[in-house]
């Protein structure tokens, strides 16, 4: 896992294949992020997801966790955000890997470490993490949020 800002991206674009293009389509978006929904940036090999939406107590997420892309969590606008996290190698599965999804679910409660994404910033999680984002830091936040998933070579 990587958390930084995103003027800072560049010292991680050309760490795996597509993290190039995920941060060069952030940085076109940064300043005027789109309507919420689906981008393609290269096919179904890298694409991004936009979603608005208010920040929860962690009671009312999931701690999830992808074994053939990684995230580019981005918070456009809004926040902050915690996001718990976990090596998915110590988290128990409380659901089964679905491959059509892409999606694993642990136990939530297992999640013993948090960061906190403000405005601008990103972080990178990778198939070794499990991660519960979403959730309300101190208080309930409104939240706009950029996820560029980069499928990893198989």
Do not use: C, W
């Not at 978006?29 to 290269?42: K, M, Q, S, T």
């Not at 999931?62 to 996001?83: K, M, S, T």
Request: proline share 8%; net charge negative.
């Amino acid at each position: 896992m990587i958390t930084a800002q995103l003027s800072t991206s560049h010292r991680y674009r050309n760490l795996l294949p597509g993290l190039d293009k995920a941060f060069d389509y952030l940085a076109k978006v940064a300043d005027n992020p789109p309507e919420d929904g689906r981008y393609e940036i290269d096919s179904f090999r890298v694409f991004a997801i936009v979603a608005s939406y208010e920040t929860a107590p962690r009671v009312e997420k999931i701690l999830e966790g992808h074994y053939n892309y990684l995230d580019v969590q981005y918070v456009a606008q809004g926040g902050p955000e915690a996001v718990y996290y976990i090596p998915a190698e110590t988290a128990p599965i409380s659901e089964d890997y679905d491959p059509a999804t892409d999606l694993v679910k642990y136990d939530p409660d297992s999640a013993d470490s948090m960061m906190v994404l403000k405005e601008g910033d990103f972080a990178i999680f990778l198939p070794e993490d499990a991660h519960m984002p979403g959730v309300a830091f101190k208080e309930p936040a409104k939240v706009k949020k950029i996820v560029v998933k980069v499928q990893l070579a198989p």
